[in-house]
């Protein structure tokens, strides 16, 4: 994924080229951030030497959640994980009780955490509920990062209301907003999930991208 819109979407950037897996960039980035291996040990987290947010000698390691029994999101974790230890970063998974990882996302009281967005149709590429601070609400609000972009604020209500609602100029607003995201990254996005119908002997049945009954009032069944 490259977007907080799914491919699927009319106002999906699809030029927008995905952040390749570099491990030895990634090294080079926290080096000049000030997040350095001062023992050359690979297997021990790095330390804070002129970092901009922590003091001299704070280890380099976070706690990451999600919720318990979610077999795909474990195996997320376990992954992250096992690849950021690669470059000296810690990572703590835990997976916890589903209700208590949304207490804990609401009142914005975690490093980091692994859950899911579905969007269903017809597709709405509004980000005023997770990406704007009239939703930057602790205890309930979605936009529980606080992103805070001003330009992508003005992109936004802009999209909704641009004179005419035209599709491609909408779209081209939504690009640059798309690019904001990929450059500040508020979230890591990760992949969209296809979902597939299937049904037999099903007159009327005629299913739109994650709205399967819209029109179930017109099915009925042939006889046999």
């Not at 299937?198 to 009032?217: K, L």
């Amino acid at each position: 994924m490259t977007s907080f819109l799914i491919p699927a979407s009319w106002a999906y950037a699809d030029d927008l080229a995905p952040i390749p897996f570099d491990p030895e960039a990634a090294a080079a980035m926290l080096d000049e951030a000030g997040w350095v291996d001062a023992d050359n040990d690979p297997a021990t987290p790095r330390v804070a030497q002129g970092a901009q947010f922590a003091e001299d000698g704070t280890e380099f390691v976070f706690t990451l959640y999600t919720n318990e029994g979610n077999t795909r999101r474990e195996a997320i974790g376990t992954l992250v994980q096992d690849q950021l230890a690669q470059i000296g970063i810690r990572v703590d998974f835990q997976t916890i009780d589903f209700n208590t990882l949304l207490d804990i996302m609401d009142s914005q009281t975690f490093d980091s955490i692994i859950l899911g967005w579905r969007n269903g149709y017809p597709d709405d590429p509004d980000a005023t509920q997770l990406f704007t601070p009239a939703s930057d609400v602790i205890g309930s609000g979605s936009d529980f990062t606080s992103f805070n972009n001003e330009r992508f604020n003005e992109l936004n209500t802009q999209a909704k209301s641009l004179p005419g609602c035209d599709p491609a100029e909408r779209a081209a607003i939504y690009g640059e907003m798309q690019q904001i995201m990929q450059d500040e990254l508020p979230y890591i996005w990760l992949f969209a999930t296809n979902g597939m119908y299937a049904a037999n002997s099903i007159d009327g049945f005629d299913p739109y991208p994650s709205q399967m009954y819209w029109n179930v009032d017109a099915w009925s069944v042939a006889p046999p």
